[in-house]
């Protein structure tokens, strides 16, 4: 049988409530979710479902109240070293240029600086970015931004990478400029990807697999869709291809009733 790179089995996560410590959530419960080596996998569901906490408990950050991770076939336990992670928000160090930003994480690790300087220009490269390595944050676009969070994550050569709504704050062009970007990257190194979204379209132009979550409370999966669509794919033009259209179509039909329970319990929460 293959190895799976990233195996979360029978997952629950509990947490005490924010507003009443006395109170417990469970968030996630009865999640079992595995993912091949160089597999694209997408987790979609209703906000505030529970999508960041599985994300979570795969790149080691938080331990599940039950349940186990494995990494290659290996017990998780602390955080996971093979793992890259990109956040929803900005990660990027304000008072480090672009390129001090990409040198960090392999520092970190010991490379000796000559080389990861080289390896931060490279990768800089790669994502659209060669030139601008001595900008701060702030003298950066938004999708640079994006771009200099890529390359950090790439440059350590992650077996596995956890993407958590890397995208969600840029406009649409931008979005699926990076989106191709990624998919070209992943094509050529074939790691195993756990991207998370909100965005079904998103989802499927992106992935080789689509799980859709349940609204909480116990979050759980409700629907796993192969995305059977050809490679290499633009997010742009897959998107009116007939298939996309079907896929669309039936995952939507599981997907919709959780969005509109979501949808409700926020209305609920601020009432
Ligand atoms: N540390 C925590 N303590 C208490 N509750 C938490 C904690 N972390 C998450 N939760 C709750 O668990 C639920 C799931 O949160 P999570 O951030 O995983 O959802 P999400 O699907 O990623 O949300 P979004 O779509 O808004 O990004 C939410 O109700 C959240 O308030």
């Not at 080596?37 to 080691?60: I, M, R």
């Not at 900005?90 to 080289?118: H, I, T």
Request: with cysteine.
């Amino acid at each position: 049988m293959a190895v799976h790179a990233l195996e979360l089995i029978d997952i629950r996560c509990t947490f005490r409530a924010k507003d009443d410590h006395s109170q417990r959530y469970t968030a996630v419960a009865d999640t079992t979710l595995r993912i091949a080596d160089g597999e694209f996998v997408s987790v979609v569901g209703p906000t505030g479902c529970g999508k960041s906490t599985l994300l979570n408990v795969g790149a080691g950050l938080l331990e599940p109240s039950s349940g186990s991770v494995r990494v290659f076939g290996q017990p998780l336990s602390g955080i996971n070293t093979r793992a890259g992670y990109m956040f929803q928000s900005e990660a990027l160090l304000p008072w480090r240029s672009a390129l001090d930003n990409v040198k960090v994480g392999l520092q970190y690790r010991g490379v000796p600086d000559a080389q990861a300087r080289e390896q931060a220009e490279a990768w800089l490269a790669r994502v659209g970015l060669a030139g601008f390595g001595d900008r701060y944050p702030h003298q950066l676009s938004g999708g640079m931004r994006k771009r200099t969070a890529l390359a950090q994550v790439l440059a350590l050569d992650p077996d596995i990478i956890l993407m958590d709504e890397p995208f969600s704050a840029l406009d649409i062009q931008t979005r699926q400029l990076m989106e191709n970007e990624v998919l070209d990257l992943w094509a050529a190194k074939k790691k195993a990807v756990l991207f998370i979204t909100h965005d079904l379209d998103e989802a499927i132009a992106m992935s080789d697999r689509v799980v859709v979550l349940s609204a909480g409370p116990a979050t759980h999966p409700i629907g796993e869709f192969e995305i059977d669509l050809p490679r290499p794919r633009d997010v742009a033009e897959v998107r009116v291809h007939p298939r996309f259209v079907e896929l669309h179509t039936q995952i939507w039909n599981v997907l919709r009733d959780e969005v509109l329970k979501g949808y409700a319990q926020q209305l609920k929460a601020v009432a």
